[in-house]
């Protein structure tokens, strides 16, 4: 069946980077619309990036010109580089895939930016 487990969330300062990873397997992996989004405690979960089967990319606009989605399909991981982070960034992070017009999600990694 079709997983995805994210990982490389962790504590950082205002202006540092930080690099998600999501391994995906169940699926033609790069065959599929992926993307992250985030969720802060009672909020809905909110868009942060996607990338298509062709590789085109789309930003929300908070991190547009920040952060950076890309994947490498031979070791089936999606990745969201981000850069100048914020305590707005503050929040856990799911990546997930539109699969066969079914949508999946893992499990989340929690990202905190603070001083």
């Known amino acids: 069946q079709v997983q995805l487990v994210e990982s490389g969330g962790g504590s950082v300062q205002p202006g540092d980077s930080l690099t998600l990873s999501c391994v995906g397997s169940?699926?033609?992996?790069?065959?599929?619309?992926m993307f992250w989004y985030r969720q802060v405690p009672g909020k809905g979960r909110e868009f942060v990036a996607e990338?298509?089967?062709?590789?085109?990319?789309r930003y929300a606009d908070s991190v547009n010109g920040r952060f950076v989605i890309s994947r490498d399909i031979d070791r089936k991981t999606m990745f969201l580089q981000m850069n100048n982070l914020k305590p707005d960034d503050t929040a856990v992070y799911y990546c997930?895939?539109?699969?066969?017009?079914?949508?999946?999600w893992g499990q989340g990694t929690q990202v905190t930016v603070s001083e």
């Open positions: 997930g895939a539109n699969v066969d017009m079914r949508t999946y």
């Open positions: 169940g699926f033609r992996f790069g065959h599929y619309i």
């Open positions: 990338i298509t089967s062709l590789d085109g990319t």
